[in-house]
């Protein structure tokens, strides 16, 4: 009785102990990575104790809620220059590199009787335009693809014919969004974006001279790093991280992933 009573008591102070919660990791990423960084994640969790936690939005919107306070553990952004902005309010980054890369197309409606049009080529991009009709765009004012829209416009001299005529969205996703739905005859976004939708077909590519070098730096925030957040940093730049990326539409940086 003893010896039945004693393994009984055992097993209820096993029933009684909690599970050790899984280490938490908090990954900010530009709008733009939502589909690869959600597979990134689930392939890194199959095999590590860990729950990676992602928050989507533009980069300008993210490293604002950082700037908050907002307890992002790792910042994925869009362009350099929103993570230049966070290091000058003082936030501190940590194992700063380039990750990927990025190009910059023209995309239109899956039924759209355009079937290809380069951007650059020959007829401006208004051409494609009825009265009334609009091109979407992530915001210039603030939305790396916006931004690099903008520089790509500027360079092949249809800026001035085109800034009246722009549906702007709060970030990239928004703007695809819009040709998705048909509201715009195209739309200017990222080739991952065009490669993500189901809905939307890409005509064709910018020159990649015609605007920065789309690339996407990543950085751990704040002075301490747990083990596991350092582990994932470590394994978001290697091989496996980056095979899943590319299938996406992303490129590596050079010499990158191994």
Same mark, same amino acid.
């Given at each position: 009785?003893f010896v039945r009573a004693l393994?009984?008591?055992?097993?209820?102070?096993?029933?009684?102990?909690?599970?050790?919660?899984?280490?938490?990791?908090?990954?900010?990423?530009?709008?733009?990575?939502?589909?690869?960084?959600?597979?990134?994640?689930?392939?890194?969790?199959?095999?590590?104790?860990?729950?990676?936690?992602?928050?989507?939005?533009?980069?300008?919107?993210?490293?604002?809620?950082?700037?908050?306070?907002?307890?992002?553990?790792?910042?994925?952004?869009?362009?350099?220059?929103?993570?230049?902005?966070?290091?000058?309010?003082?936030?501190?980054?940590?194992?700063?590199?380039?990750?990927?890369?990025?190009?910059?197309?023209?995309?239109?409606?899956?039924?759209?009787?355009?079937?290809?049009?380069?951007?650059?080529?020959?007829?401006?991009?208004?051409?494609?335009?009825?009265?009334?009709?609009?091109? #979407?765009?992530?915001?210039?004012?603030?939305?790396?693809?916006?931004?690099?829209?903008?520089?790509?416009?500027?360079?092949?001299?249809?800026?001035?014919?085109?800034?009246?005529?722009?549906?702007?969205?709060?970030?990239?996703?928004?703007?695809?969004?819009?040709?998705?739905?048909?509201?715009?005859?195209?739309?200017?976004?990222?080739?991952?974006?065009?490669?993500?939708?189901?809905?939307?077909?890409?005509?064709?590519?910018?020159?990649?001279?015609?605007?920065?070098?789309?690339?996407?730096?990543?950085?751990?925030?704040?002075?301490?790093? #747990?083990?596991?957040?350092?582990?994932?940093?470590?394994?978001?730049?290697?091989?496996?991280?980056?095979?899943?990326?590319?299938?996406?539409?992303?490129?590596?940086?050079?010499?990158?992933?191994?």
């Amino acid at each position: 009785m003893f010896v039945r009573a004693l393994l009984l008591f055992l097993a209820s102070l096993c029933l009684a102990t909690p599970t050790l919660a899984a280490t938490s990791i908090s990954v900010y990423a530009a709008a733009s990575l939502t589909d690869a960084m959600d597979a990134v994640a689930s392939a890194y969790e199959a095999n590590h104790d860990v729950d990676i936690v992602p928050v989507y939005a533009s980069s300008s919107t993210l490293v604002r809620q950082i700037a908050n306070g907002a307890p992002a553990d790792l910042y994925v952004s869009a362009n350099e220059k929103w993570m230049d902005w966070l290091g000058e309010q003082g936030i501190q980054l940590t194992d700063r590199s380039d990750l990927l890369q990025n190009r910059l197309a023209l995309i239109a409606p899956k039924d759209s009787p355009v079937e290809h049009f380069t951007p650059g080529a020959g007829k401006p991009i208004a051409s494609l335009l009825h009265k009334g009709e609009r091109v #979407s765009v992530g915001d210039p004012a603030h939305v790396p693809a916006g931004i690099y829209a903008k520089q790509a416009l500027q360079s092949l001299g249809e800026w001035k014919d085109l800034e009246d005529r722009l549906a702007r969205g709060d970030n990239v996703r928004a703007a695809l969004a819009l040709v998705e739905r048909g509201e715009t005859p195209v739309g200017i976004v990222y080739q991952t974006d065009a490669k993500a939708s189901q809905a939307v077909r890409q005509l064709g590519l910018f020159p990649e001279d015609s605007h920065k070098t789309i690339t996407y730096p990543a950085a751990l925030i704040g002075p301490a790093h #747990s083990d596991a957040l350092g582990d994932f940093r470590t394994w978001l730049a290697g091989p496996e991280a980056m095979a899943i990326f590319q299938r996406f539409g992303f490129s590596p940086m050079p010499g990158q992933g191994h």
